[in-house]
């Protein structure tokens, strides 16, 4: 099934007047009646325009009135009743969570300049950084194990004498 005709494409091939112009046009009814009205509509327009451009003043100035009426005597809408209680169950419900909610004292923040005077004076009485300690650990370890393992100096003297 083919698509219809749009509007734009129907005002195309309205001057032509013959349906075989345009393919669809001459299989498809509903496309020629649109266009026929379409015509119809065009023609009919100048005649329109004569005629509401022969109106005076008064006649518009009594259009602009009536309009005017109409609008002022629409009721405004009225918010819902159901809105309004909607609103007012979530308002109570925040309010009783606001409330009923305990309360939690907030935590006491140890003063950061403290805290970074501590740490400063612990970096200054370590021996090194705190990125070497491990190896002064290590240092420390294997100067203990060569001071077990070798002879200590007044030993060495007292063997010397022997000799």
Not at 5 to 31: I, K, M, Q, Y
Not at 83 to 107: G, K
Not at 149 to 159: A, C, G, I, Q, V
Request: charged letters at 25%; a negative charge.
């Amino acid at each position: 099934m083919t698509q219809h005709l749009s509007d734009e494409d129907l005002l195309e091939v309205l001057p032509d007047r013959s349906p075989g112009s345009n393919g669809h046009l001459a299989t498809c009814s509903s496309c020629r009646a649109k266009r026929e009205r379409m015509h119809r509509l065009l023609a009919e327009l100048p005649a329109v325009t004569h005629v509401v451009a022969q109106n005076t003043d008064a006649f518009w100035e009594q259009q602009r009135t009536a309009i005017w009426a109409n609008i002022r005597s629409v009721e405004p809408r009225k918010f819902p009743i159901l809105a309004w209680a909607s609103a007012a169950a979530v308002l109570v419900a925040a309010t009783l969570l606001f409330s009923i909610a305990p309360t939690v004292p907030p935590r006491a923040q140890a003063d950061s300049d403290h805290e970074l005077m501590i740490q400063l004076e612990r970096t200054l009485q370590s021996e090194v950084p705190a990125a070497l300690e491990p190896a002064a650990l290590l240092a420390r370890e294997i100067t203990q194990n060569s001071q077990l393992n070798s002879p200590s100096p007044d030993r060495k003297k007292e063997r010397s004498h022997e000799n």
